[in-house]
């Protein structure tokens, strides 16, 4: 079975644009969450979704949303992006969301803001 | 604000040694506990979860839990120049996701 995937691999933006991440979970988890991941630090929650509801949202500016989509995927935007966006996106994906559940990362998509 | 602490290295152990990882978290109410593995440019790598107190073995690796001192373990036996990478603790899930340390950045001397 395919792992979590995420489009693109890599993308470059200049200050104030928008930005939209992709992800696909594993087949048959129907969870997702999105992180972000600075240089040097460890990742950041960013979203939870489950069942194309959110679920759970980190410390970040109403900037950054989120969505599900019935087959589970997901898409992560960002507008008005800032030089302190570029960080390293990541998705998880999990069967069902909960303490007990583990996370499965994706390759992430590397985000740079110039 | 839930916190998750790491030394960050470098942790320099020779090869063939047993390398220890350790992580202090702040949230009393955490009842999840993971490592992953990162390697330089890649995305982290699912390595043990433990729920419970006590030790959880997996192959070349053991996680430790002591929830009373809020301290969690990685021991990797047998290191190889392949473990070298960035490890990184998370505790919790649910609605607040995972909280992630610095990562402590483990280098395996041949």
């Known amino acids: 079975d395919a792992g979590v995937t995420q489009s693109p691999t890599h993308l470059i933006k200049t200050r104030g644009q928008q930005v939209t991440l992709r992800c696909s979970p594993i087949?048959?988890?129907?969870?997702v969450s999105w992180y972000q991941q600075v240089l040097g630090q460890g990742p950041q929650f960013i979203f939870q979704?489950?069942?194309?509801?959110?679920?759970g949202r980190g410390n970040f500016p109403d900037r950054f949303s989120a969505r599900q989509f019935p087959n589970y995927s997901s898409e992560l935007n960002v507008n008005a992006l800032l030089l302190g966006d570029s960080a390293l996106y990541l998705c998880?994906?999990?069967?069902?969301?909960?303490?007990?559940?583990?996370?499965?990362f994706g390759p992430g998509t590397r985000l740079t803001v110039l | 604000q839930k916190e998750v602490e790491q030394n960050s290295g470098p942790l320099s152990v020779p090869e063939g040694a047993i390398a220890s990882l350790n992580c202090t978290y702040s949230d009393r109410g955490s009842q999840s506990f993971f490592w992953y593995r990162q390697y330089s440019g890649k995305s982290p790598e699912l390595i043990m979860f433990?729920?419970?107190?006590g030790d959880k073995e997996d192959g070349r690796f053991t996680a430790q839990l002591n929830k009373a001192s809020q301290y969690v373990s990685l021991l990797i036996r047998d290191s190889q120049p392949s473990d070298s990478a960035t490890y990184l603790c998370a505790v919790g899930g649910g609605a607040d996701g995972l909280t992630f340390g610095k990562g402590t950045h483990l280098i395996i001397q041949p």
């Open positions: 433990i729920y419970s107190n």
């Open positions: 998880a994906s999990r069967w069902l969301w909960g303490y007990t559940d583990t996370q499965y």
């Open positions: 979704y489950y069942e194309k509801e959110e679920r």
């Open positions: 087949s048959g988890h129907k969870s």
